[in-house]
């Protein structure tokens, strides 16, 4: 997986919630990243896309980030090191984010921070009765 500094960047911020930069990584070649955003928020459409079109390390990443243990071991075994620190990051693992930085991944360490954000948003949207409610 090799994107430049900036386009790393452009995801992080896609992931932020920058639909802007969201739209513009899926219209030029970087779809899989666009498509991850969605990804992240469950549709299952864009997981499953992703899992068809040769980016399973990109579901790994967030299944990891969502607690999957196998999915981070799936990582490790296909040399996909800095997306499995990007996912135990994600899962709120303060030493992956030590060694993203300490191994020049900066951008990556980035990216993994807004992967927790977003999903600490979710699990609080989720428990919060209040938005149980608008749901129910």
Known sequence: MQYPAKILMAWAEAIG????????????????????????????????WLLKNGFPHLMATISGAEGDKKAIEWLHQNNFEPLAKVALVGDGVDTAFQWLKNNGHLELALVAKRIEAVKDEIERDNVDHHSINKHG
């Open 17 to 48: 919630g920058n639909k802007k930069l969201r739209d513009w990584l899926i219209a030029n070649e970087y779809k899989e990243l666009g498509l991850f955003v969605f990804a992240l928020y469950h549709n299952e459409e864009a997981r499953n």
